[in-house]
């Protein structure tokens, strides 16, 4: 029998990971399998349903904003060798082509990415093909949720022999893709820049999430290149400045140091950003003009206060949406969204939800509670859109809401995967059972909702149908409405009793629309071709004067409105209108308005001068004639008047 050696032997020493050219956390795991391979199927279920949600909207064309961006946009319509031109303008440049015409709206729009890929389409598939583009929303959209999916396993990694259908991850991603709130950015094709904006935005963040996981450098700058695409698609991926480094803290724990130091990529981002952004609109975030455009400056005669009252009415609104998605529409405007003061309970309610939603999350932070982190994303993304610190042009917006949602996705994953089970970890299975229960119920009422809402955004009568219904207090809706009323249904239709119904519905809602906001020039427009439509209708002259006669003296030189109005006029002339009445109607709004009141001796002499036409030579016109070419000093059409009048009176 040997005898025991009770020598101790020497520690034999195993190579040091870094000495093997591999980390730790690579020592220590197995390769594991590549997201694809291991979420092929919610994936799949993911993108499925953004098609099923919205595969309606493969058969809609060109509705609303698709107008400046797409079908009516100079620089979008040339195809690929427009690209260069989107890039280096505001992005309703190609649509108004006059740099003047820009500053009727609030702000500056820099949106290019989202531009060049309507170009990109109209350069590879040709013109007029909005299928195409409602495809490629939908297929983007489809993404995103995949996306969010991919950044929610980061806060609940999948656990073994968990059923993939209630993960946390697949829930979150499962109500995003459902909400109802996304429709207006999905079934709107120019809704494509929100939806740029945050895919990318999320890929920058799954970036930098990784360059935390695996020390790669380069990754870091693959979120800032993804950023800088954000940036480009829309503005308010900036806020994703903060957000990026917000999550890294929240998940990794990182010290500050290491945020700090992974910020620098995002920041060269948003630099070249602002630089591009500056160098296309030749400012910051204002052109140093004043908007007197009650629907582009809604805010417009408010007090401060107000101003910030009404504000906080829609940030509550917003949250409302999420919770609460019904009724939607896509007119916020005045005044569907009311003007309110501080003695508003919704106002005031508003506010201290935000305080103690604030101060709550900002207590729970250090405990990496999700919640909090939900909040702080939401008040970080929904802060650009707010109106608080940049104009918006409009009170609120659903669409503005796509990139906050997320929060609230996130929440609902929190509560129905995590909280609710354990409420109720008491009772076997039953807390699996009632949270698919709760999913199911939620997920299905989201769907059913997106599902009704769709349709609306076929064509621009059913869209603005919709809106009358929902914002009867908006002008816009109420003018927006007529026009399409009057474009797609009454100059196309033959038959008189149909169109004498039409007049009836334009004419109430063209008058709700001036009653809400008497100086909204797009309804002026509008009851000047309805008091034409009335006119055919009941031949009454002097209605349809005194209505020519309002509108003109609002908006004399609108480019809209005056060549109607002057094709109208000879139209009258020449075609055996009362010449009598013709000839007065001139005379008051030509030489008694434009000339005495207004001193306006281009609209007088242009307004008189329709009352030549008649061939009927009334002595008062040909001398009203004379003295404003006299003061434009045109002598020898003064002559020639004064003659004329002299003949008359003969």
């Not at 281009?602 to 329709?610: T, Y």
Request: hydrophobic share 45%.
């Amino acid at each position: 029998m040997a005898a025991k050696d009770n020598r101790k032997r020497p520690v034999e020493k195993k190579p040091s990971p870094a000495a093997a050219g591999t980390s730790p956390r690579q020592k220590a795991q197995p390769a594991q399998p590549g997201f694809w391979r291991q979420h092929w199927l919610p994936a799949l279920v993911l993108a499925g349903l953004a098609f099923i949600l919205y595969g309606a909207a493969l058969q809609y064309g060109y509705i609303l904003d698709d107008q400046m961006v797409y079908w009516q946009n100079a620089y979008v319509q040339k195809g690929f060798a427009g690209i260069r031109d989107i890039f280096g303008a505001d992005s309703f440049m190609g649509y108004f082509q006059k740099k003047e015409n820009l500053n009727l709206l609030e702000g500056g729009r820099y949106r290019p990415l989202s531009l060049a890929t309507f170009a990109a389409e109209v350069g590879i598939f040709g013109k007029d093909h909005p299928g195409i583009s409602h495809f490629i929303n939908i297929l983007l959209y489809g993404l995103t949720g995949i996306l969010l999916y991919r950044i929610v396993l980061n806060f609940f990694p999948a656990k073994e022999g968990g059923r993939w259908y209630f993960s946390p991850a697949f829930i979150a991603a499962l109500v995003f893709v459902a909400h109802p709130l996304h429709s207006e950015a999905v079934a709107n094709i120019k809704g494509r820049d929100e939806i740029l904006a945050l895919l990318l935005s999320l890929a920058a963040l799954q970036a930098y999430l990784k360059s935390f996981d695996t020390g790669r450098g380069w990754l870091g700058w693959l979120a800032g290149l993804y950023l800088l695409l954000g940036m480009f698609s829309k503005e308010n991926a900036l806020t994703f400045l903060a957000v990026l480094p917000f999550t890294a803290w929240f998940l990794q724990k990182a010290p500050l140091r290491r945020i700090g130091s992974g910020v620098i990529p995002l920041a060269v981002a948003a630099l070249v950003f602002i630089i591009v952004r500056y160098k296309a609109l030749g400012f910051m975030l204002d052109h140093g003009k004043a908007v007197g455009d009650l629907m582009n400056n809604p805010f417009l005669g408010m007090s401060a206060s107000d101003k910030i009252a009404t504000i906080f009415l829609t940030l509550g609104w917003y949250v409302k949406l999420l919770f609460w998605p019904y009724p939607l529409t896509h007119d916020y405007y005045p005044y569907h969204v009311p003007r309110v003061s501080w003695t508003d309970w919704k106002a005031l309610a508003s506010l201290g939800m935000y305080l103690v939603l604030g101060i709550w999350a900002v207590l729970n932070l250090k405990r990496r509670r999700i919640p909090a982190y939900a909040a702080v994303y939401w008040l970080l993304t929904l802060s650009i859109v707010s109106n608080l610190f940049v104009s918006v042009g409009t009170f609120m917006n659903e669409r503005f809401a796509f990139m906050p949602s997320v929060a609230f996705s996130l929440l609902a994953a929190w509560f129905l995967a995590e909280k609710m089970p354990a409420w109720f970890k008491e009772l076997p299975h039953r807390p699996y059972v009632l949270g698919v229960g709760v999913l199911a119920l939620l997920t299905g009422a989201l769907s059913w909702l997106t599902i009704r809402r769709v349709p609306d955004w076929k064509d621009a009568l059913s869209l603005n149908r919709s809106a009358v219904r929902t914002s009867p207090n908006s002008a816009r809706s109420h003018c927006f409405y007529v026009t399409a009323l009057y474009e797609n249904v009454y100059l196309k239709t033959k038959d008189p009793a149909e169109k004498a119904g039409l007049v009836d519905t334009m004419e109430y809602h063209i008058g709700r629309s001036l009653e809400i906001n008497p100086d909204y020039g797009s309804a002026l427009v509008m009851k000047g071709a309805i008091a034409a439509a009335r006119f055919e209708q009941d031949h009454q002259m002097d209605k349809l004067f005194h209505n020519f006669g309002m509108v003109m003296e609002k908006i004399p030189n609108n480019a809209n409105f005056r060549p109607f109005f002057d094709k109208y006029m000879q139209y009258l002339a020449t075609s055996g209108g009362n010449p009598n009445k013709i000839n007065s109607f001139c005379y008051t709004l030509g030489y008694e308005y434009f000339f005495r009141n207004r001193n306006d001796l281009k609209n007088a002499a242009a307004v008189l001068e329709h009352a030549l036409a008649t061939q009927t030579e009334d002595e008062r016109v040909l001398q009203a004639l004379t003295e404003v070419y006299a003061t434009q000093g045109n002598m020898a059409k003064s002559a020639e008047m004064a003659e004329r009048a002299r003949k008359a009176a003969e």
